[in-house]
């Protein structure tokens, strides 16, 4: 198994600002995601970062609006870059096991935009 | 074709009860199907995973049933326990390279359990 620490937990943020979340593993792993759930909503994948290339966005998501850092192969960062009410959501890290099928999720960071 | 359709939205069931949650897929690609559960508050934790060349897999008191010529799948949780009350996502996905990040989940399931 893997344990994934997310940053910050919660945040509140203002209209036009950015908010960056940290996440990090506890052990080496080639591919982090990025999921975004909204209120009473499911998990959409929002990019896959792997270290030392360029994160790969799903359909609907850009790298303008959500940015993705993975310096190494324990740590990611995710930005919300000018945010709106609309992208109040969950954002959750997880990271998948070379060696199984088992993807993990870190606790989450739970964004509230005013 | 991507999307998991699943049902209902909202279950309650008296404790000691079997709760049964439905989950439908078009894509016939995809090929592992995991249900997760998931706590206020918390990310997601995977409880039990089926592959289509098994019909169904248990593990304690969950069971998953796998149809693959009616590209359905359910979870059952049996003897239903009011510490299982939390939110059930299904979902899919086509493997590749033994990581399975790119999962399409279903819209979840609030489950409660009554004592």
């Known amino acids: 198994s893997a344990v994934i620490s997310q940053k910050p937990s919660r945040d509140i943020c203002q209209r036009g600002t950015s908010l960056t979340i940290q996440c990090q593993v506890d052990?080496?792993?080639?591919?982090m995601f990025w999921y975004r759930q909204q209120p009473g909503q499911s998990l959409t994948l929002i990019a896959t970062?792997?270290?030392?290339?360029?994160?790969?966005?799903e359909s609907g998501f850009v790298i303008d609006k959500f940015p993705i850092s993975r310096p190494n192969l324990t740590f990611s960062t995710l930005t919300v870059s000018n945010m709106s009410p609309e992208d109040s959501s969950i954002y959750l890290c997880s990271v998948g096991t070379d060696l199984n099928e088992k993807l993990f999720f870190g606790s989450g960071t739970q964004l509230s935009v005013l | 074709q991507q999307q998991v359709k699943q049902s209902p939205q909202s279950l309650i069931v008296q404790k000691g009860g079997i709760s049964i949650i439905n989950c439908a897929y078009e894509?016939?690609?995809?090929?592992?199907f995991p249900w997760y559960q998931q706590f206020p508050g918390k990310g997601p934790a995977l409880l039990i995973a089926?592959?289509?060349?098994?019909s169904e897999k248990k593990e304690g008191r969950f069971t998953i049933s796998f149809n693959k010529s009616a590209k359905q799948f359910s979870l059952h949780i049996m003897d239903s326990q009011p510490g299982d009350s939390a939110t059930y996502f299904c979902?899919?996905?086509?493997?590749?390279?033994?990581?399975?990040?790119?999962?399409?989940f279903g819209k979840g399931t609030k489950l409660s359990v009554k004592p």
């Open positions: 894509n016939t690609a995809f090929d592992y």
């Open positions: 052990s080496q792993v080639t591919m």
């Open positions: 970062a792997n270290q030392g290339s360029e994160a790969t966005y």
């Open positions: 089926i592959r289509p060349d098994v």
């Open positions: 979902a899919a996905s086509k493997s590749y390279g033994g990581s399975q990040g790119n999962l399409i």
